[in-house]
């Protein structure tokens, strides 16, 4: 709110360029917001992929905590009146990749009542795999 009542003052007294750069950064901070969101419901989406396959089985909690998921980063990725997306596909792998480590230790304390350690339950899933259904399933929902 400050920022808006920043920019307000400088164009009602015709700084033009301090305006301009208040803009510049007011976008960053919008698009370091979505891009926190987004990173958030990746690790959730991640946590119960790596739960599913390392337990070979889901309930429906997971199931649809991984539709929330999907519809999440879909809903905040879009673009609403310049259409397309904030992120790219390249920029939504890096972040399933930055995001896994932690999805991993998050479903070590859970998968199997925490009985594995974060290594030995990452020994029992394919992180390639399981980054690559998660990026699957954000492009399936982006695309529909």
Do not use: P
């Amino acid at each position: 709110m400050e920022e808006l009542l920043q920019l307000r003052d400088h164009l009602e007294h015709q700084r033009y360029a301090e305006a301009m750069d208040l803009l510049a950064e007011m976008e960053e901070m919008s698009r370091d917001d979505k891009i926190n969101k987004i990173r958030s419901f990746i690790r959730i989406l991640l946590l119960h992929l790596i739960k599913q396959v390392a337990e070979k089985r889901t309930t429906r909690s997971w199931d649809l905590s991984i539709r929330n998921a999907t519809d999440e980063i879909r809903c905040i990725n879009k673009r609403r009146k310049a259409k397309g997306y904030y992120l790219d596909s390249e920029t939504l792998r890096e972040l399933l990749n930055e995001a896994y480590s932690l999805a991993l230790a998050l479903a070590a304390l859970e998968a199997f009542e925490g009985q594995y350690s974060e290594h030995a339950l990452g020994a029992m899933v394919n992180q390639t795999v399981i980054i690559q259904q998660a990026f699957t399933m954000i492009q399936n929902q982006a695309h529909q």
